[in-house]
């Protein structure tokens, strides 16, 4: 019989944090959460920045009380969302605390960027990114810009997960998925770029070596240890950005899969050897973010369960039940309304309620009223634009796309999964809703030994969790109802 094992991940959101044991034993794994903790920003002179301390210390806290539990902890991971970084100074301390990626100081810096110093093509053909104004490569240049104190003295810059790391270990890293969100790194090279760089006036000595997931970086430093309690347990680099570590998860069987990962925000998207950068994925904007064992997250992000949750917080009337409101969604005439979930109107309005209505009314359709209508209205459109989605990915994918995995929290919802597979017409798989913090414990397992590869991981999970299968219903329905979606869409041009 094979040992037990204990893995310890660290799991941060952009607003919420955990801790989370998982143990694998007998081909099978199981997870635990520690501790749970809020993940502020902090907003002082018109700047916001996150608290690196306050994680270090809500870190220290669940190392504690896995040692007061005695539990024989074989590594520690950790994964975060990506882009943002943290400046070290010559003396290896901490500068400043990192800026958010929501502080409006990039506000226009894209834009300008391309203009004085590197063409928007030549950008995407080199990083293959899709453009966000918040991406580590415009906030560089608008703090070079605005003569930053902390990036002046930067010695190096590491971003969060790899901070983190160097705050238990001493020990600095660049770990590839996280450097991947940057628009810095070149897919092709798997390397920094040195023109970007240079452009924001960095060089590469600026980052630590680069390393890939299942990597390990060092030791808990004699510090840590005598704060925990703990021993000299091995800090991994898993896949740093939390999406990559939720995409080592998916339960696939072959690579002839999409995977959709389903919350505030969807990410659908495929696994590719090669980074695919052409005139087509830039017209789309698809991005290629890093993998694990050297592949590419070729994705594309869409507006999730965002409309869903803004809506429920405006309805007085709706009732408090998910499973009650989603009920009484289903007894409505279907695609009475459709809207493009991804249309700047819903980025973030005032009234969610009276911007889908806005959208229908200006579109002529019948406007939804009512908790049970606009639900419904966002169910129908959902499953209508991961099907968009779903057919450029099918463009780009070397592979028939046989299966599609939905992971995360939105796999729980039953209504959508069943649209999805209507929709884009192949099995849907739901589960697991944990999946970044299986891929970051997997990856720990890896880095020791106990797993093989991806597929070795990836049968492990499958045969650790329940998935729900869904298969395509009433296809000549929702291929009306998409050929609708795309007149809707293409009439709001």
């Not at 994964?79 to 800026?99: M, Y």
């Not at 869903?308 to 009650?324: I, L």
């Not at 884009?424 to 797993?451: D, H, W, Y």
Request: one cysteine or more; proline letters at 3%.
């Amino acid at each position: 019989m094979e040992n037990k094992q204990f893995f310890f991940a660290v799991d941060l959101g952009a607003t919420s944090g955990r801790t989370i044991v998982g143990t694998l034993a007998e081909g099978k794994f199981s997870l635990e959460e520690l501790t749970r903790f809020d993940n502020n920003l902090i907003q002082t002179g018109g700047r916001f920045y996150w608290d690196i301390y306050a994680l270090y210390f809500e870190i220290i806290k669940g190392l504690k009380v896995a040692a007061q539990r005695q539990l024989p902890i074989t590594s520690i991971g950790i994964d975060t969302w990506g882009v943002d970084f943290v400046f070290i100074g010559k003396d290896d301390a901490i500068l400043r605390n990192p800026r958010a990626y929501r502080d409006p100081h990039t506000f226009g810096m894209m834009e300008e960027y391309f203009e004085k110093c590197v063409d928007k093509k030549k950008v995407y053909g080199i990083t293959g990114i899709q453009f966000m104004n918040f991406n580590s490569l415009f906030q560089l240049y608008a703090m070079r810009r605005n003569d930053d104190a902390a990036l002046a003295h930067a010695d190096k810059v590491q971003f969060v997960p790899d901070c983190l790391s160097y705050m238990l270990t001493g020990k600095m890293v660049c770990e590839y998925t996280i450097a991947s969100t940057s628009q810095i790194l070149n897919p092709q090279t798997k390397q920094l770029d040195d023109e970007l760089l240079a452009s924001v006036g960095l060089n590469r000595d600026h980052f630590a070596e680069m390393v890939n997931p299942a990597t390990v970086i060092g030791t808990l430093t004699e510090e840590v240890q005598s704060m925990t309690g703990l021993g000299p347990i091995p800090v991994i680099a898993v896949a740093g950005h939390d999406t990559a570590s939720a995409v080592a998860a998916v339960p696939a069987r072959d690579e002839q899969f999409a995977y959709l990962s389903s919350g505030t925000w969807s990410l659908m998207g495929i696994e590719t050897k090669e980074a695919i950068i052409n005139e087509r994925s830039f017209e789309y904007n698809f991005t290629n973010e890093g993998g694990i064992e050297g592949t590419t997250r070729f994705l594309k992000n869409i507006c999730g369960m965002w409309l869903y949750e803004r809506c429920r917080k405006e309805w007085t009337d709706a009732p408090k039940s998910h499973s009650q409101l989603q009920a009484e969604a289903m007894e409505v005439k279907p695609f009475q309304s459709i809207i493009n979930p991804d249309d700047k109107a819903f980025a973030n309005p005032a009234s969610m309620i009276e911007a889908i209505q806005s959208y229908c009314r200006e579109t002529k359709q019948h406007v939804p009223e009512g908790y049970a209508e606009i639900c419904r209205c966002i169910f129908d459109s959902l499953a209508l634009r991961y099907r968009q989605v779903f057919t450029w990915l099918k463009e780009f994918a070397s592979f028939p796309i046989k299966t599609l995995h939905i992971i995360g929290g939105g796999s729980l919802n039953e209504y959508l999964d069943q649209f999805t597979a209507n929709s884009t017409g192949v099995e849907v798989l739901a589960g697991p809703q944990e999946g970044t913090a299986i891929g970051n414990i997997m990856l720990q397992a890896k880095a020791c030994g106990s797993v093989g590869d991806v597929w070795e991981m990836r049968k492990i999970i499958a045969e650790s969790i329940d998935m729900k299968r869904f298969v395509p219903k009433d296809k000549d329905l929702w291929d009306a109802a998409y050929e609708r979606y795309l007149e809707i869409v293409e009439s709001k041009k």
